[in-house]
């Protein structure tokens, strides 16, 4: 069951999508000088090497960051970031979220993350131990509803399963409601795949129909090869900041052109 590594997968058109709006995500929300609190509940390993054999296995990177990477001015937060992480760990460098999260936060700010694969989280540790970041070996959604509302309040929770296990479609709508309840001003991310087949979209309705005012944006892709089963990517954000919208369209604008 906990046999899915990202690093097949790091750096490909879904990466690129959830990064670039999670990166300006929290530049706008830094720009503010209040603390946060920042929740990862499927942290991975929180840094990969493209150059990587299992990266280079499945071509996804290569038809996905480096394809993209011309789309963001210098001075783009997700541009920074990726600047800043080749300069610490070399060229083929990315960053999962965790580590995006952690170069685009304060040191004013809390950051708790979730991992259960046991490799994936050892490599999250020796990857975060520069940061102050908390991270646990268990269950993200259970650690999420055990935490909320955090301190600060003020801040945003990210949800990027593999949906390896299939029941997550079910369950996610529920749970990401039990956690708005108790947390009804944070921000709350989900990331999911679009798939052929589409079994994102009956979580789609429920979560719609659980949040009506939530925004949605999804981005369509050229599979990354042969017979790949995902042709997009799709973030559903609870109490969206002002501006994602927009920031929303320019990003969709570019993957229009693929």
Known sequence: MLSYQHIYHAGNMGDVHK???LAWVLSYMTAKDKPLSYIETHAGRGLYHLD???AAKTGEAAAGIAVAEGWFAADHPYARVLARVRALHGPAAYPGSPLLAALSLRYSDSMTLAELHPQEFA???DAMMP???ICHR???MELALSMTPPDPRRGLLLVD???EVKSDYATLPLTLRQIANRWPVGVLVLWYPILSGGPHQPMLDELTTRFPDAFRHEVRFPPARTGHGMTGSGLFVVNPPYGLEA????LSAHFATL
């Open 19 to 21: 990064h670039a709006l």
């Open 161 to 163: 399963p593999s949906y």
């Open 123 to 125: 490599a999250l540790q």
């Open 131 to 133: 940061y102050p970041a």
């Open 247 to 250: 920031e929303a369209a320019r």
């Open 52 to 54: 990587a054999p299992e």
């Open 138 to 140: 268990r269950d993200g």
